[in-house]
């Protein structure tokens, strides 16, 4: 499958579009519809809202499927020094599958609801793979009478 990769460009910035990355989280057009418009062609017109808040939907999109660069090369160069600045600080923390069963995400991983209240502060986190808990998005050993594997 050819990965296809589209621009779309203001005067300020140029936002790419992967549509084989993307899940289809919804927050692009949630937040700015008038930029994003899925049943529309072009889908994407940035001179719909301000820059800032193009940047800042753009940052929230979960897998990448929609980034963007500035157009000016020096602004450029400066963003992605202070984007390896802020990766040199984070720390990385590991999320576990267990074999036929659920995947574990430590307490160190924030996780919130759709509303953004935060589930399990401070816990470690058991997320059901099988679809058969009762608890979801946590684990409660269905996958054990069902047979699960992954």
Same mark, same amino acid.
């Given at each position: ?8 460009? !203001?005067? %300020?910035?140029?936002?790419? =579009? ?12 949630? #937040? ?6 899925? !049943? @529309? #062609?072009? =889908?994407?017109?940035?001179? $719909? ?26 602004? &450029?160069?400066?963003?992605? $020094?202070?984007?390896?600045? &802020?990766? @040199? ?8 599958? +267990?074999? !036929? ?22 816990? %470690? ?5 099988? *679809? @058969?808990?009762?608890?979801?998005? +946590? ?7 069902? *047979? +699960?594997?992954?």
């Amino acid at each position: 499958m050819d990965k296809i990769k589209k621009d779309y460009s !203001n005067a %300020d910035i140029t936002v790419t =579009w992967q549509p084989h990355l993307c899940i289809h989280s919804t927050v692009c057009f949630a #937040r700015l519809p008038k930029v994003f418009r899925p !049943n @529309k #062609r072009p =889908w994407i017109v940035l001179d $719909q809202a301000e820059t800032d808040a193009i940047i800042e939907t753009v940052d929230l999109c979960p897998t990448d499927a929609l980034t963007w660069r500035w157009n000016d090369a020096l602004k &450029n160069k400066q963003q992605n $020094q202070n984007d390896m600045d &802020n990766k @040199k600080e984070t720390t990385s923390v590991t999320a576990k599958v +267990f074999s !036929n069963g659920p995947l574990l995400l430590p307490k160190e991983v924030i996780l919130t609801d759709a509303q953004g209240k935060e589930l399990k502060a401070g816990q %470690d986190k058991y997320i059901c793979r099988c *679809g @058969k808990s009762q608890g979801k998005p +946590f684990c409660d050993g269905s996958h054990m009478a069902t *047979g +699960f594997e992954g």
